[in-house]
């Protein structure tokens, strides 16, 4: 990876709308400059995945953009690295089991990029206030309550019948600055229960992903990250894993229709792709999408790795763009 200037990301003006118009490298150097930008796009072909192209592709935020693979359950993070340099200098909590913890967190200069499983979009809103009060009590503030920051880990506990829910976006929360009482012990070992219900589902898929890329900074072992992704596929088909975010319905919030349109696009580019690693013709209508021609062929979607190259629910402190 290279190093960008020690300079912040210069501030930028545009909203959400205007970003989701920029093609993927043109918004990654929008928010983040060329360096990091191209650090970005490095670590897309060390994980053997396609970067997005346009702004069909991704959905685009003002602090971050996101990426879904249908197929393997999977969202792509790409955040700042310094959490200061968004605009509401948020933090990056780490240690909740109420907050859904990436498998990877990966440095590509002033951004940074996470890996993260799908699950379960959330449904009850009273969720909303369930996790704001289990949060409070490890001194962890749950600021941006919207269900669509909720989901529901496919894990289902004697507590949690119907799969354990959690705060899907990390950047929704920040640790607390005040004191607070101690937590109560019952409280702690709801806690400790949760974190443990992540730790147990989702450690293959680490190991998986740390034996393929060690060091997530040198060339990745191309083999190696072909069994990681057949490992997510195999999450997916076991229901362990889950594209949550097509759950949504359509027409109630228009970022969810985004997200689901994206995702869609994208999935057809990761397709494509998986077909020309491999050496077979992609499906001809997957050829016509992408600007060639092809024939009808089964296909393959892993990919390979290590090449170089209205919103619902209660609360909320700010609105949403």
């Given at each position: 990876m290279?190093?960008?200037?020690?300079?912040?990301p210069?501030?930028?003006?545009k909203n959400?709308?205007e970003?989701?118009?920029?093609?993927?490298s043109?918004?990654?150097?929008?928010?983040?400059?060329?360096?990091?930008?191209?650090?970005?796009?490095?670590?897309?072909?060390?994980?053997?995945?396609?970067a997005?192209?346009?702004?069909?592709?991704f959905?685009?935020?003002?602090?971050?953009?996101?990426?879904?693979?249908?197929?393997?359950?999977?969202?792509?993070?790409?955040?700042?690295?310094?959490?200061?340099?968004?605009?509401?200098?948020?933090?990056?909590?780490?240690?909740?089991?109420?907050?859904?913890?990436p498998?990877?967190g990966?440095?590509?200069?002033?951004?940074?990029?996470?890996?993260?499983?799908g699950?379960?979009?959330?449904?009850?809103?009273?969720?909303?206030?369930?996790?704001?009060?289990?949060?409070?009590e490890?001194?962890?503030?749950f600021?941006?309550?919207?269900?669509?920051?909720?989901?529901?880990?496919p894990?289902?506990?004697e507590r949690?019948?119907e799969?354990m829910?959690?705060?899907?976006?990390?950047?929704a929360?920040?640790?607390?600055?005040?004191?607070?009482?101690p937590?109560a012990?019952?409280?702690?070992?709801?806690a400790q229960?949760a974190?443990?219900v992540?730790?147990?589902?989702y450690?293959?898929?680490?190991?998986?992903?740390?034996?393929?890329?060690?060091?997530?900074e040198?060339?990745?072992?191309?083999?190696?990250?072909?069994?990681?992704?057949?490992?997510?596929?195999?999450?997916?088909a076991?229901?362990?894993?889950?594209?949550?975010w097509?759950?949504?319905?359509?027409?109630?919030?228009?970022?969810?229709?985004?997200?689901?349109?994206?995702a869609?696009?994208?999935?057809?580019?990761?397709?494509?792709?998986?077909?020309?690693?491999?050496?077979?013709?992609?499906p001809?209508?997957?050829?016509s999408r992408?600007?060639?021609?092809?024939?009808?062929?089964?296909?393959?979607?892993?990919?390979?790795?290590g090449?170089?190259?209205?919103k619902?629910?209660?609360?909320?402190k700010?609105?949403k763009?």
């Amino acid at each position: 990876m290279k190093k960008p200037s020690r300079s912040k990301p210069q501030p930028h003006d545009k909203n959400a709308r205007e970003l989701q118009k920029m093609t993927f490298s043109g918004y990654l150097q929008q928010l983040f400059g060329k360096t990091s930008a191209d650090n970005v796009l490095e670590v897309f072909d060390r994980l053997g995945l396609p970067a997005p192209r346009s702004g069909k592709e991704f959905l685009a935020g003002a602090e971050g953009g996101l990426v879904f693979l249908n197929q393997y359950g999977l969202v792509i993070r790409i955040e700042h690295s310094d959490p200061e340099n968004g605009r509401f200098g948020w933090s990056r909590v780490d240690d909740s089991g109420w907050v859904l913890r990436p498998l990877a967190g990966i440095e590509a200069g002033h951004a940074h990029v996470e890996i993260c499983p799908g699950c379960n979009l959330e449904q009850d809103a009273r969720k909303i206030d369930y996790l704001k009060k289990r949060l409070e009590e490890q001194r962890i503030d749950f600021w941006d309550r919207w269900l669509v920051n909720i989901g529901r880990v496919p894990v289902c506990t004697e507590r949690f019948p119907e799969g354990m829910p959690v705060v899907i976006d990390r950047l929704a929360v920040c640790a607390l600055t005040e004191s607070a009482e101690p937590v109560a012990k019952a409280l702690a070992q709801e806690a400790q229960d949760a974190a443990e219900v992540q730790e147990t589902l989702y450690a293959p898929l680490r190991a998986a992903l740390d034996e393929a890329w060690p060091d997530k900074e040198g060339p990745a072992d191309a083999k190696k990250m072909q069994t990681f992704w057949k490992l997510c596929a195999q999450y997916v088909a076991d229901g362990k894993m889950v594209a949550g975010w097509n759950q949504a319905e359509i027409g109630v919030y228009y970022k969810t229709d985004i997200v689901i349109n994206v995702a869609k696009t994208y999935g057809a580019r990761l397709m494509y792709k998986a077909h020309k690693l491999i050496g077979e013709t992609p499906p001809a209508t997957l050829g016509s999408r992408f600007g060639e021609k092809a024939q009808p062929e089964e296909q393959d979607n892993m990919p390979s790795g290590g090449h170089m190259a209205s919103k619902h629910g209660d609360g909320g402190k700010r609105p949403k763009p």
